[in-house]
């Protein structure tokens, strides 16, 4: 699959609850053809940002552009073809087979009165093939492991074929093994189809290994972004998150690696 | 390592989706046969035969071209509606005990038609097209209601709708036991046993008028599968999937209205079939796929109702249970049944 890289950039951007806006005033950038992931405390506005960025949630003030379009202007369906978004608060359908659930990615493509054409049964075969899905194409969600599971979303983000896919917490509920694997997934996925990638990352340490950018949030404002392997700094704990913490080369990798303490933690020997 | 797991954890999922609509294909002629064989007069396979060459006595043959038939079809048209109409609000609401009597549809469609009966006299002589237009103007209004109350943050929210409906059944039903008590002993006669849900006098006026409406709705209703999968992975992941979600739900809403309604205009307020039919077409086919299930949906309503009228005029001699009572003396139990059910689907990610 080779998709042209798409740019996405917000100037001013406003938006939240009225009465209570979540980000205030934000211009920022995109990399395209690049693994950004958004960090920051609860409440930041990751989530919201993601949202909005992704037209999900109504903006209050300023502009989102994608391709120099203004991302208000998009039909639903058309920015789905664009745009792939996998929110953290989806129902799991259980009666539904992976085939199907990665089918449902094509609906931004489909016609009124008529069914899956060819070629979409060859991209929603080429996304079960890209997430090592094709041999349980027919089992039932329900059947699946959680890391199995994620994997088949992202089958159906893949199958709307967009330049973009964003996703919310796409590791949360998963043991540590699964989720590296969806990490390790979602990179391979950057790498060979050029897809650009925002995800909401809890863990630090996940997100500087698994992303080329980072941005991070505090209350509502963009404290920091630039290049993961820079940004990652006990200064930037401290102002994000609050807390202290040493960063460290990680020993077999090299990345910078983020151990939080509190100052009673420290055991006198 | 995950290879492994998988081969162990993951069975193939037995997958019965031919069953789903081959047991109703099955038993719909069936149904059918017995339906025009059984009742007051009890008419042999030989004399059905004969009928159908013209060589059987004009009594017999009033029976079966007059009567059973046309009333078998209104039932199998009415039930098809009603199936649909549950399918569309179950979809609508993330409900499986969702149904087109639960919301207070078939409440609002009946008070309609109640006010139609009694204050329109002069509009009697065409009830062909006024009935399923009150009927309708009912039923609009009832989701009216239920959609202007069931607002949250200025969109429908799935989890009111249930409780507004519920609320909204009580109340329509508590104005016509009022409207009841004022009626000359004789409507009120006619009202109530339409109101019971009854299929009795169904002729081919009724035909004529469920048909059309049926020709156009049936394939609207079909044509929403898709969309209606994709509204089961949640609103926000619907909308990522480029759904109008509001719009998608107004639309599922007005079918499922519109279905109902015509429906409920000639039999009357038949409850269950909108809740049974979708819920054995999901166990049979074992799939939440609309473009498997709607179409066992619909094979199933159009096979319980006529299944329910065929029993009422089958159990005692001479006196006939209406196919509501029927349908709501068998689905009764199979609701509570529905209720003890353990939540399985509809859990998050």
Known sequence: ?269 | MIAKVTVINCRRRPRFDKAGILIPAALLPLTLLSGLLVGYTGISPRQLWDCLWGTASPEISLIIWQIRLPRLIVAALCGAGLALSGAALQALTHNPLADPSVLGINAGSGFSVMVYLSYFSFLHLNSLFWQPVFALAGGLVSAGLLWLLSRHHGRLDPRLLILVGIGLAAFFSALMLVMGSNMENNSYQMVARWLAGNLWGSSWYQVRILWPWLLLLVPLMFAQNMAMDVLNLGAPQAQALGLAVNRERIRLLLLAVALAAVSISVCGGIAFIGLAAPHIARRLTATTWQAQRLPATFLWGTLLLPAADTLGRCLPRDIEIPAGIVTALLAAPYFLYLLRQPEKSGGKK
């Open chain 1, 1 to 269: 699959m080779t998709l042209t890289v798409s740019q996405l950039s917000c100037t001013h951007l406003s938006a939240g609850y009225p009465g209570q806006a979540v980000l205030e005033d934000l211009t920022l950038n995109i990399p395209a053809g690049q693994i950004t992931a958004l960090i920051g405390a609860n409440g930041s506005g990751k989530s919201t940002l993601l949202k909005t960025l992704a037209a999900l949630q109504p903006t209050q003030g300023g502009s989102i552009y994608l391709n120099g379009r203004d991302i208000s202007r998009l039909a639903p369906r058309a920015l789905a073809r664009q745009l792939a978004l996998l929110p953290q608060d989806s129902n799991n359908p259980e009666g539904l087979s992976v085939r199907e659930l990665v089918s449902l990615g094509r609906f931004p493509y489909r016609r009124h009165f008529s069914g899956l054409s060819a070629d979409d049964q060859s991209v929603i075969t080429l996304s079960l093939q890209q997430t090592g899905l094709l041999d349980l194409a027919q089992t039932d969600l329900g059947r699946l492991s959680g890391g199995q599971r994620q994997r088949a979303w992202i089958a159906m983000a893949l199958a709307q074929q967009t330049g973009l896919l964003f996703l919310d917490e796409p590791t949360t509920y998963l043991d540590i093994a699964h989720q590296l694997e969806v990490l390790q997934l979602l990179r391979q996925i950057n790498r060979d189809s050029r897809v650009t990638i925002v995800m909401v990352l809890h863990d630090l340490n996940q997100a500087v290994q698994f992303s080329d950018q980072l941005i991070a949030l505090k209350s509502g404002h963009v404290y920091d972004s630039g290049p993961s392997y820079k940004l990652l700094t006990p200064e930037l704990v401290r102002a994000v998150f609050g807390i202290k913490a040493v960063v460290l080369p990680h020993p077999v990798t090299g990345v910078p690696v983020c151990l939080p303490y509190a100052p009673q933690e420290t055991v006198q020997t």
